[in-house]
Nanobody, 127 residues
Framework: QVQLVESGGGLVQAGGSLRLSCAASGRTFSIYTMAWFRQAPGKEREFVAA???????YYAHAVKGRFTVSRDNAKTTVLLQMNSLKLEDTAVYYC?????????????????????WGQGTQVTVSS
């Protein structure tokens, strides 16, 4: 059974940095795209960043240039480095793993492609 466990959330001032970590277990890690989504109160879950099984990265426009997604296949971990945080980055951040191995499409932000989700970690950015 696939399990995803996030850590690293917290309270940070605007302009600061946080690093989120997601530890995966339960199946071969290296052949699946991993992603981060977030959900703010009263809003729908939205795509933040993804890293494919081949290491290619994808970012939402709102975070491009500020956030960096990476993966360590040996440690079965995916990271999200968040810099220059803004008030609007406040949300619960979720790690997600694709259902399909070796995905080669372009719809990395499509929620339905992801079959496994972590419990979420709260990120709060204050002024």
């Amino acid at each position: 059974q696939v399990q995803l466990v996030e850590s690293g959330g917290g309270l940070v001032q605007a302009g600061g940095s946080l690093r989120l970590s997601c530890a995966a277990s339960g199946r071969t890690f290296s052949i699946y795209t991993m992603a981060w989504f977030r959900q703010a109160p009263g809003k729908e879950r939205e795509f933040v960043a993804a890293i494919s099984w081949s290491g290619t990265t994808y970012y939402a426009h709102a975070v491009k240039g500020r956030f960096t997604v990476s993966r360590d296949n040996a440690k079965t971990t995916v990271l999200l480095q968040m810099n220059s945080l803004k008030l609007e980055d406040t949300a619960v951040y979720y790690c997600a793993a694709m259902k399909r191995a070796y995905y080669s499409g372009s719809n990395y932000g499509e929620v339905d492609l992801y079959g496994y989700w972590g419990q979420g970690t709260q990120v709060t950015v204050s002024s």
